[in-house]
């Protein structure tokens, strides 16, 4: 629905019986981070429109491995469901040794919610008042600036990679077990620069705590409209898009899925859901389950090269 107006939610009638519980979405990351707070830009309103109610359950552990493959055990039935990015389903399996489930095999995508930039960020009061700056410093003094991820493989991590060989510079990577702690740290001045997913730290931007120095978008999008992009400084090769997106496990019913997309797709044109999408620096998409499952096989190419390049491995 990229591009498109949002309009007012519709309630959806139930079809053969489904839903008719709770519908459970897993986070497979801990409270306070990005994929968190996607997860309940959705299910806060979801139940306005299927009259049934949707929680939420965060199980972290793995780089998220953990969460996704509860999901890729759970029954069948479309009442669990998995809240996912890039970094889980594009970047995990050829990062570990052992995911515990392959994207293609083990999920069924329901749709897209979002696509969003990383966004480069320090605390207010960094001495780096721009990116280059950034880059000047960890030239001049290699390997001493730190920058935190919210774990080793992340999106974020490898993004940090690809970004210091262009650039020609030199940091040291420090991974975390989420967003939210990095974040804490990064507050604390225990680490330098945090790059993240947007939706982990735009209210932090909105109030001054944070400040972004570059965002890896083709252009500048909600909070981060005055924050150049990547491209703009000079960086041709690296654009680089994150996204959140609903999966069911395989073997759900075409009909199911069909319903839950439709029912996901009005809530995300409710006006305070994309708004709430918006402000924090991503983009509404909800597509197609076939659109949806293309973009994930071309991530997944695309981001399995940039693992072996970066040397990343989890045993």
Known sequence: MTGAP?????????????????????????AGGGNDATTRFVTTRLPEVTGQPALVENRGGAGGNIGAKAVADARADGYTLLTAQVSLMAVNPTLYASAGFDPLKNFVPVT???????????????PLKDFDELVRRSKAQPGRLT???????????L??????????AQMTHVPYKGAAPAITDLMGHQVDVLVTSTASVAGMIQNG??????????RRVGVFAKVPTLEELGYKNARFEDWYGVFAPAGTSRERVAYLHEAIVRTLRMPEVARLITDGG??????????FAAQLRQDIDRWSSV?????????
């Open 6 to 30: 949002p309009a007012a939610a519709q309630a959806l009638a139930a079809r053969d019986g489904f839903p008719a519980q709770p519908i459970r979405f897993i986070s497979p990351f801990p």
């Open 112 to 126: 897209q919610i979002n696509a969003a930039p990383l966004a480069i960020v320090v605390p207010a009061d960094s």
């Open 147 to 157: 920058y935190a991820s919210p774990g080793n493989g992340t999106l974020s991590h």
């Open 159 to 168: 993004v940090g990679v690809v970004l210091q060989k262009e650039a020609g």
């Open 209 to 218: 705590k944070l400040r972004a120095l570059a965002v890896t978008s083709p």
């Open 282 to 291: 991503s983009e509404v998409v909800g597509n197609s389950p076939e659109a």
């Open 307 to 315: 693992v072996k390049l970066s040397g990343a491995r989890v045993d």
